[in-house]
T-cell receptor, first 112, second 118 residues
């Protein structure tokens, strides 16, 4: 069964810190891995990763994929209170049932 | 604005009273899906639709029905709600999976519908 595990489940840091969120996965046929940010409502898309070792970057956020070790990390540097959210990792497998397989999410809290 | 719209956003109902959560997207997406989100369990797919009149079960379809009579709409129907269907529900859509530059299924989510069944 396809599976995504995120760690830590919860993280509290101070503004300005750098954080690393982890996502490991097991999937039969991998197509891509996606990161979403969920504040009070809809998850919003951050990154899609398909190739190992190629960093995706957007401002203070970056992410990289390791297809050999089956994991991805999401880095946030110089964190701000607006980064407080649940960060979701999902895998898009190539399979008959078209769905994203989500991890439990990491709840990130940035204290001023 | 490109978006997925769900209604109602909040609903409290009682066991057995049929309800429908509507979902509409204005992006001409072929693929639509319903997920539920529960603490500690993440997002789990209920049903999905690859196109009009093409729906299929996801991981947790029991107690739910869907229909896709028009491309833009994908309502979720709870014929006889029970307390274990208390959850946060998300509708999502994307261009047809397998197409696009990577073929990836990048979902756009609605704002969510929080349902409580007493």
């Amino acid at each position: 069964e396809d599976k995504v595990v995120q760690s830590p489940l919860s993280l509290v840091v101070h503004e300005g810190d750098t954080v690393t969120l982890n996502c490991s996965y097991e999937v039969t046929n991998f197509r891509s891995l996606l990161w979403y940010k969920q504040e009070k409502k809809a998850p919003t898309f951050l990154f899609m990763l398909t190739s190992s070792g190629i960093e995706k970057k957007s401002g203070r956020l970056s992410s990289i994929l390791d297809k050999k070790e089956l994991f991805s990390i999401l880095n946030i540097t110089a964190t701000q209170t607006g980064d407080s959210a649940v960060y979701l990792c999902a895998v898009d497998p190539i399979q008959g049932a078209q769905k994203l397989v989500f991890g439990q999410g990491t709840r990130l809290t940035i204290n001023p | 604005e490109a978006q997925v719209t769900q209604n109602p956003r909040y609903l409290i109902t009682v066991t057995g009273k049929k309800l429908t959560v509507t979902c509409s997207q204005n992006m001409n997406h072929e693929y639509m899906s319903w997920y539920r989100q529960d603490p500690g369990l993440g997002l789990r797919q209920i049903y999905y639709s690859m196109n009009v009149e093409a729906t299929d079960k996801g991981d947790v379809p029991e107690g739910y029905k869907v229909s896709r009579k028009e491309k833009r709409n994908f309502p979720l129907i709870l014929e006889s709600p029970s307390p274990n269907q208390t959850s946060l529900y998300f509708c999502a859509s994307s261009p047809r999976p397998g197409t696009g530059s990577s073929g990836a299924n990048v979902l756009t989510f609605g704002a969510g519908s929080r349902l409580t069944v007493l």
